[in-house]
T-cell receptor
Framework: DTGVSQNPRHKITKRGQNVTFRCDPISEHNRLYWYRQTLGQGPEFLTYFQNEAQLEKSRLLSDRFSAERPKGSFSTLEIQRTEQGDSAMYLC????????????FGPGTRLTVT | QKEVEQDPGPLSVPEGAIVSLNCTYS??????FMWYRQYSRKGPELLMY????GNKEDGRFTAQVDKSSKYISLFIRDSQPSDSATYLCAMSRITGGGNKLTFGTGTQLKVEL
């Protein structure tokens, strides 16, 4: 399977704990995006990487959120001191430089904060 | 007011019907228009995209963009029960950066036998 993969698929954590998610993009794609989707809403943009450089961050990305993409391959999204409002589906997408609008999504990581 | 508005539905149609799904938007800077299909608890799947105004057809799906009215549509012909899903419209500006997508809320579609 050469699509976008995300791990874990589900994560249940207690309020105040730290969590980390991983995204592996389509291998030839330089661009990687993180989105968050809550129930009944469309995905909302969080942050974007071109190769290893994080070029844009949404105001939704509070100081408790950090994302990395070492060596321009996989990416991680960490949430520190989780809150119940962080419960959502976290989606990763990737695209090429030549067609950056053509974004392909992974299956998502569903986070539940209790 | 959201940049992209989409009726959440649910929309229920009989098998074989023509389905019309629509979005309106307020930002005239949007140049790329996408439609995604999302099954329950899965990631969005890109169906098709259109640049600027005009029509694009792919099998049973036709996408239309009317930039003068800031209105986009997706038509599904000969709808099947397997088309039952949430359909998300998404839009992107032409920028020097990332082309982040701005999504509608999604329309839930059910195609009944």
């Amino acid at each position: 399977d050469t699509g976008v993969s995300q791990n874990p698929r589900h994560k249940i954590t207690k309020r105040g704990q730290n969590v980390t998610f991983r995204c592996d993009p389509i291998s030839e794609h330089n661009r990687l995006y993180w989105y968050r989707q809550t129930l009944g809403q469309g995905p909302e943009f969080l942050t974007y990487f071109q190769n290893e450089a994080q070029l844009e961050k949404s105001r939704l990305l509070s100081d408790r959120f950090s994302a990395e993409r070492p060596k321009g391959s996989f990416s991680t999204l960490e949430i520190q001191r989780t809150e119940q409002g962080d419960s959502a589906m976290y989606l990763c997408a990737s695209s090429s430089d030549t067609r950056p609008y053509e974004q392909y999504f992974g299956p998502g990581t569903r986070l539940t904060v209790t | 007011q959201k940049e992209v508005e989409q009726d959440p539905g649910p929309l229920s149609v009989p098998e074989g019907a023509i389905v019309s799904l629509n979005c309106t938007y307020s930002n005239s800077a949007f140049q790329y228009f996408m439609w995604y299909r999302q099954y329950s608890r899965k990631g969005p799947e890109l169906l098709m995209y259109t640049y600027s105004s005009g029509n694009k057809e792919d099998g049973r799906f036709t996408a239309q963009v009317d930039k003068s009215s800031k209105y986009i549509s997706l038509f599904i012909r000969d709808s099947q029960p397997s088309d039952s899903a949430t359909y998300l419209c998404a839009m992107s500006r032409i920028t020097g950066g990332g082309n982040k997508l701005t999504f509608g809320t999604g329309t839930q579609l059910k195609v009944e036998l």
